[in-house]
């Protein structure tokens, strides 16, 4: 993605030829006359709520989005004592995952992701990415970008983030590598890509800084840790992570990796606590696979498994353990599709010939040969299992005979669409297994017995909850500071905070702060700046649109007849003739009285006075705050 385009929408930031328009009248310029300006919809300027539009002076010259043209933050040169981290995303979220380690040699990125946003916070937007103006402004100095592993909180942001902070190469691992190119592909107009791949404990030397790489266990292949080392100590970057354990004892494997990073003296340990809010350790997938392997061996009739597409390992299992059992495998979904398709090319497994068999052939099968693996758990409209459900897929429909295991947790915010799942398939009449009913689902991310484990090994002078809401990371430490580890150590950071250590003992947290408010991906547009775009999406939402129609007579001022309105969502129409014909009057009246002073009449000055005026009056007699959007023509 090129410059930050601007959304349509925010008519008084956009960078706009200030051209100049025609007007059907001349006139002596009077007082109240504002320079000409482009047309735009009454909806799309700023304005302020009561009398006239705002003037800019120059408003060609301000293409910056408003909350942009703040100065550009300057922090000062690094010494080699000096370390500073600046969290730019997921220390106040679950997703947009991304920091910057600054060093004197230079920045090192890592992660880059984004946040699928749900309707009710920002109607319309797709995704919000983290904040990368610090990076924009600095990208001479940026060294190159780690990315942990292949999830989109993680990755998601790359195709949009990349270019604006000059194309740095990027370094993962190997299976990571393969989504980030895969995704890369679906947007043809970028630059190409430097992506170097990474070994498990591998090692690299970037501008002159050693970045080492551990193995994580987590839900994907090819999770990493990142280890820099500074002259003070490492910074230790766990990325998404749980501990492999059996009854809460930690396997060898964890038990070997773990220690060879506390041998090295580590400075901080900047930890994820996405689960830190339970305590203890999680379920063991181990424990899962059983339960899975149980049901795909057992169940009489088709079983339909709805899962995330990021359970990269389960989905390669439950493929597995189809195949064991003799089973045809029905895979529903792009995102499922496309990561079996990356997990054959990375040699990570390869279903035999004739395993994966089109939904179209499920009728060749007897039912209890076929297992369908299918999007939507999380009660999404468009994906396959809600299809399935509400009768609209083309080749599948449910029978009693059917079991459908939800193998996922339900992500907060979700709850509702879930419970509509939920009650669309119970009406076929199958039968419903879920993670609260059963062991068929466990997450990624540790609880706070592996939490503490991994810090003790870790043995940081300092130590970040990073990868989750405020609340999370509050968790987080309160586990860590009861297991002993020293308060004042602890940091709990905000997006953009800036954070220094000095020689390896002194924490400093900066009062400048870098830009950290959320970019949005809305359509093909990025931007920081969209606050009207979401207002007037939230205001739709909630109370509707009015929208006056009136024609002025631009001699007389008088309009020709009593003006149309069209309204959506605020009340209906039909039973609220009396409020209507008041409206009416009100702006007939309004408008007659504003141009009865004018000679010429400016229209543009009318409809901001009209708006203000049919809104105030709305609100008095309905309580309700629709989008008031006048339309005057000019005869
Ligand atoms: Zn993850």
Same mark, same amino acid.
């Given at each position: 993605?090129?410059?930050?385009?601007?959304?349509?929408?925010?008519?008084?930031?956009?960078?706009?030829?200030?051209?100049?328009?025609?007007?059907?009248?001349?006139?002596?310029?009077?007082?109240?006359?504002?320079?000409?300006?482009?047309?735009?919809?009454? #909806?799309?300027?700023?304005?302020?709520?009561?009398?006239?539009?705002?003037?800019?002076?120059?408003?060609?010259?301000?293409?910056?989005?408003?909350?942009?043209?703040?100065?550009?933050?300057?922090?000062?040169?690094?010494?080699?004592?000096?370390?500073?981290?600046?969290?730019?995303?997921?220390?106040?979220?679950?997703?947009?995952?991304?920091?910057?380690?600054?060093?004197?040699?230079?920045?090192?990125?890592?992660?880059?992701?984004?946040?699928?946003?749900?309707?009710?916070?920002?109607?319309?937007?797709?995704?919000?990415?983290?904040?990368?103006?610090?990076?924009?402004?600095?990208?001479?100095?940026?060294?190159?970008?780690?990315?942990?592993?292949?999830?989109?909180?993680?990755?998601?942001?790359?195709?949009?983030?990349?270019?604006?902070?000059?194309?740095?190469?990027?370094?993962?691992?190997?299976?990571?590598?393969?989504?980030?190119?895969?995704?890369?592909?679906?947007?043809?107009?970028?630059?190409?890509?430097?992506?170097?791949?990474?070994?498990?404990?591998?090692?690299?030397?970037?501008?002159?800084?050693?970045?080492?790489?551990?193995?994580?266990?987590?839900?994907?292949?090819?999770?990493?840790?990142?280890?820099?080392?500074?002259?003070?100590?490492?910074?230790?970057?766990?990325?998404?992570?749980?501990?492999?354990?059996?009854?809460?004892?930690?396997?060898?494997?964890?038990?070997?990796?773990?220690?060879?990073?506390?041998?090295?003296?580590?400075?901080?340990?900047?930890?994820?606590?996405?689960?830190?809010?339970?305590?203890?350790?999680?379920?063991?997938?181990?424990?899962?696979?059983?339960?899975?392997?149980?049901?795909?061996? #057992?169940?009489?009739?088709?079983?339909?498994?709805?899962?995330?597409?990021?359970?990269?390992?389960?989905?390669?299992?439950?493929?597995?353990?189809?195949?064991?059992?003799? +089973?045809?495998?029905?895979?529903?979904?792009?995102?499922?599709?496309?990561?079996?398709?990356?997990?054959?090319?990375?040699?990570?497994?390869?279903?035999?010939?004739?395993?994966?068999?089109?939904?179209?052939?499920?009728?060749?099968?007897?039912?209890?040969?076929?297992?369908?693996?299918?999007?939507?758990?999380?009660?999404?409209?468009?994906?396959?299992?809600?299809?399935?459900?509400?009768?609209?897929?083309?080749?599948?429909?449910?029978?009693?005979?059917?079991?459908?295991?939800?193998?996922?947790?339900?992500?907060?915010?979700?709850?509702?669409?879930?419970?509509?799942?939920?009650?669309?398939?119970?009406?076929?009449?199958?039968?419903?297994?879920?993670?609260?009913?059963?062991?068929?689902?466990?997450?990624?991310?540790?609880?706070?017995?592996?939490?503490?484990?991994?810090?003790?090994?870790?043995?940081?002078?300092?130590?970040?909850?990073?990868?989750?809401?405020?609340?999370?990371?509050?968790?987080?430490?309160?586990?860590?500071?009861?297991?002993?580890?020293?308060?004042?150590?602890?940091?709990?950071?905000?997006?953009?905070?800036?954070?220094?250590?000095? #020689?390896?003992?002194?924490?400093?947290?900066?009062?400048?702060?870098?830009?950290?408010?959320?970019?949005?991906?809305?359509?093909?547009?990025?931007?920081?700046?969209?606050?009207?775009?979401?207002?007037?999406?939230?205001?739709?939402?909630?109370?509707?649109?009015?929208?006056?129609?009136?024609?002025?007579?631009?001699?007389?001022?008088?309009?020709?007849?009593?003006?149309?309105?069209?309204?959506?969502?605020?009340?209906?129409?039909?039973?609220?003739?009396?409020?209507?014909?008041?409206?009416?009057?009100?702006?007939?009246?309004?408008?007659?009285?504003?141009?009865?002073?004018?000679?010429?009449?400016?229209?543009?000055?009318? +409809?901001?006075?009209?708006?203000?005026?049919?809104?105030?009056?709305?609100?008095?007699?309905?309580?309700?705050?629709?989008?008031?959007?006048?339309?005057?023509?000019?005869?």
């Amino acid at each position: 993605m090129n410059a930050p385009q601007t959304p349509v929408g925010d008519g008084s930031h956009k960078p706009q030829p200030h051209k100049r328009r025609a007007r059907p009248y001349t006139a002596h310029p009077r007082s109240f006359r504002k320079p000409a300006r482009t047309e735009r919809p009454a #909806n799309q300027r700023m304005r302020p709520r009561s009398g006239r539009p705002q003037r800019r002076n120059h408003p060609q010259q301000d293409t910056r989005p408003r909350n942009q043209a703040v100065e550009k933050t300057v922090l000062p040169v690094l010494d080699e004592d000096t370390v500073r981290i600046i969290p730019l995303g997921g220390v106040e979220e679950v997703g947009r995952n991304m920091a910057a380690i600054e060093l004197k040699e230079g920045i090192l990125v890592i992660d880059a992701g984004f946040q699928f946003v749900s309707e009710g916070v920002a109607p319309g937007i797709d995704y919000i990415l983290p904040n990368t103006r610090y990076l924009e402004e600095n990208k001479h100095r940026i060294l190159g970008v780690f990315i942990t592993h292949g999830h989109l909180d993680h990755i998601g942001g790359i195709p949009f983030i990349l270019d604006r902070i000059g194309n740095p190469p990027v370094y993962t691992q190997y299976l990571t590598s393969l989504m980030i190119k895969k995704r890369h592909e679906e947007f043809p107009h970028l630059p190409a890509m430097v992506v170097h791949v990474m070994e498990q404990n591998g090692r690299v030397s970037v501008g002159g800084v050693i970045i080492k790489t551990f193995p994580v266990t987590h839900s994907i292949p090819d999770s990493m840790g990142l280890s820099i080392q500074t002259k003070h100590g490492n910074i230790v970057i766990s990325g998404d992570l749980r501990l492999e354990h059996e009854d809460e004892i930690p396997t060898e494997k964890e038990e070997k990796n773990w220690s060879a990073l506390g041998k090295d003296k580590n400075l901080i340990f900047i930890a994820d606590s996405t689960n830190a809010e339970k305590g203890g350790f999680s379920i063991p997938e181990a424990r899962v696979y059983k339960t899975i392997d149980d049901i795909i061996k #057992n169940v009489k009739g088709r079983l339909i498994i709805g899962t995330f597409s990021s359970q990269f390992e389960r989905m390669v299992r439950i493929i597995q353990t189809a195949e064991q059992y003799g +089973k045809k495998i029905v895979t529903e979904g792009r995102s499922i599709k496309t990561n079996i398709e990356i997990a054959q090319r990375g040699n990570i497994f390869t279903p035999k010939p004739g395993t994966i068999i089109p939904s179209e052939q499920i009728g060749d099968y007897p039912p209890d040969k076929i297992v369908i693996i299918a999007t939507g758990s999380q009660g999404e409209e468009s994906a396959a299992l809600m299809r399935i459900a509400t009768k609209k897929h083309k080749t599948i429909s449910f029978t009693e005979r059917d079991t459908v295991v939800l193998s996922s947790s339900v992500i907060p915010g979700n709850e509702v669409r879930v419970q509509k799942l939920k009650d669309n398939l119970l009406r076929h009449n199958i039968t419903l297994m879920h993670y609260r009913s059963s062991d068929v689902h466990s997450t990624g991310h540790g609880n706070t017995g592996e939490l503490v484990w991994m810090q003790k090994k870790v043995k940081p002078t300092f130590f970040m909850p990073a990868y989750g809401y405020h609340s999370m990371l509050r968790y987080h430490a309160a586990a860590q500071i009861a297991s002993g580890f020293p308060k004042e150590n602890v940091i709990i950071a905000d997006n953009g905070m800036v954070i220094e250590i000095k #020689n390896g003992t002194e924490l400093l947290i900066r009062k400048e702060k870098v830009p950290s408010g959320p970019m949005m991906v809305d359509g093909f547009t990025i931007g920081d700046m969209q606050e009207v775009v979401i207002r007037d999406r939230q205001s739709l939402s909630s109370d509707g649109m009015f929208v006056i129609i009136a024609t002025v007579n631009l001699r007389t001022g008088q309009l020709k007849k009593s003006p149309d309105i069209i309204s959506r969502g605020f009340i209906y129409l039909r039973e609220s003739q009396g409020l209507l014909s008041e409206t009416r009057l009100l702006i007939k009246k309004s408008v007659e009285d504003l141009a009865s002073d004018m000679n010429p009449i400016d229209l543009e000055y009318i +409809k901001s006075n009209l708006t203000d005026t049919v809104e105030r009056y709305l609100f008095q007699k309905t309580s309700k705050r629709p989008m008031v959007i006048p339309v005057l023509i000019g005869v």
